[in-house]
């Protein structure tokens, strides 16, 4: 049962355009959200993160936008660079126990010249 | 500060011969978890320590795997013995609060 869908598998943006990464998931329980970066033979790198209470949070390039309604949040990052290209996870947990992360299947995203 | 360590990098094994893989956190830092990343599929929880203590280990696959944090500070994961389809890259991360830092992994390949 995966409770935390990313659908699409790839994404090709060229540099200096905005990406949009999208992550869904169906456990309301869910209170707080984290984007990670992986380049390959690395561990994920925390990007940005946010609370349930919010509806967005910005970090330089990049904001995350929360719509709790609809069980989806999305990963902009604007403008995109070269240096972004990596798979990249929406992750998710329930706050109040310091609880384990529940990982989409990831995103890779290629930045084109 | 420095980061989340991982040691081995890299173990291949046999089938039936065992592996110990350690993780040293971010000082400082009370809850330790391992995932693991199977294929290339998403990354799964296996345990969380607090401090030494296991919180939850609800992620760990069988018997076959022990986790231990003496002390409160490095952790090991052992898998004895080893099966095909342990294979996949283990990664330990770390947190003081909501936001969990990783180590580069531990790819393991049993043949």
């Given at each position: 049962d995966q409770q935390v869908k990313q659908n699409s598998p790839s994404l090709s943006v060229q540099e200096g355009r905005i990406s949009i990464l999208n992550c869904d998931y169906t456990n309301s329980m869910f209170d707080y959200f984290l984007w990670y970066k992986k380049y390959p033979a690395e561990g994920p790198t925390f990007l940005i993160s946010i609370s349930s209470i919010k509806d967005k949070n910005e970090d330089g390039r990049f904001t995350v936008f929360l719509n709790k309604s609809a069980k989806h949040l999305s990963l902009h990052i604007v403008p995109s660079q070269p240096g972004d290209s990596a798979v990249y996870f929406c992750a998710a947990l329930i706050t109040g126990t310091a609880s384990k992360l529940t990982f989409g299947t990831g995103t890779r995203l290629q930045v084109t010249l | 500060e420095a980061g989340v360590t991982q040691f081995p990098s890299h173990s291949v094994i046999e089938k039936g011969q065992t592996v110990t893989l350690r993780c040293d956190p971010i000082s400082g830092h009370d809850n330790l978890y391992w995932y693991r990343r199977v294929m290339g599929k998403e990354i799964k929880f296996l345990l969380h320590f607090v401090k030494e203590s296991?919180?939850?280990?609800?992620?760990?696959?069988?018997?076959r795997f022990l986790a231990e944090r003496t002390g409160g500070t490095y952790s090991t994961l052992k898998v004895q013995?080893?099966?095909?389809?342990?294979?996949g890259v283990y990664f330990c991360a770390s947190s003081r609060f909501n936001e969990q830092f990783f180590g580069p992994g531990t790819r393991l390949t049993v043949l």
């Open positions: - | 296991k919180q939850d280990e609800s992620g760990m696959p069988n018997n013995p080893a099966e095909l389809e342990d294979s």
